[in-house]
């Protein structure tokens, strides 16, 4: 899927960059305000609803609605559903419940995109063990995030971030197949398409401001998933549950800068 081509991820300007960092900030705000009022017995759609006025009142446009004709503001994907669950008033929380919220901003053009998973209340104890360890994973794998580095060095750090998490924790994990990141810029989705798994030393290089939105996608269960007759909703294939925990971020000559930044872990 790789070709011997080294022809580098886009670079971004520094006040490129910035302008990232502030579409980057309003999907964290958005994701904040979520989770604060993600309680018991409210619906998705109540939080999209929410994600949606955030996001307009910071004058930034929720890149997500209309999506590939997507209805919502954010995904909402709750316990055995992995990513891109839409946002529904049929759909309420409940104690115990994990949750991931998906979200995206554009700000004069460009584009932040960024996913957080919580609990509704307490979470049982595998799946806290679940969430903790697919946040290690992504604040791991990210730091292969330099200039130098190949698009699949990414990669390789998130499956060996993976492997270490499962041992930290004492839990399995599998990592999700068929889903991973992507460039990131003027459009939410570019090339190339980065695995959250495989070899080091393939792809496209990564330059000093080159962008990804790397998003482990991590399950209890399995590794396999389908998709309901919605066309979007992607669930495990055993019902297992899973997390998934993404940050937009910048390569740069002192390390790995992240460009949707929010105050919580
Ligand atoms: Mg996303
Ligand atoms: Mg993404």
Known sequence: MFGRSR?????????????????????????VAVRAAARAGVSTAEL??????????????????????????????VNDVI??????????????????????????????????????????????????????????????MLPGNRLTDVSAALEAATQKAADDFGIELFIVDGYGGHGIGRSMHEDPYLP?????????????GSCLAIEPMLAAGTAASTVDSDDWTVRTADGSRASHWEHTVVATASGPRILTPRPER
């Open 48 to 77: 999209d609803a929410l994600a949606e006025e955030t996001i307009r009142a910071a004058g930034a446009i929720p890149s997500f609605k209309g999506f590939e004709g997507f209805p919502g503001s954010i995904c909402a994907s």
């Open 83 to 144: 990513v891109h669950g839409i946002p529904s008033s049929a759909v309420i929380l409940g104690e115990g419940d994990l949750v991931s919220i998906d979200c995206g901003a554009i700000l004069d053009g460009w584009h932040g995109d960024s996913a957080w998973t919580f609990g509704v209340g307490e979470l049982s104890a595998a799946d806290a063990a679940l969430n903790d360890a697919t946040a290690q994973v992504l604040s791991e794998g990210l730091e292969a």
């Open 196 to 208: 959250n798994e495989g070899r080091p030393g393939r792809g496209p290089q990564i330059a000093e």
């Open 7 to 31: 022809k580098p991820i886009p670079a971004r300007t520094a006040g490129e960059l910035d302008a990232m960092e502030a579409a980057g900030r309003i999907v964290g705000d958005a994701l």
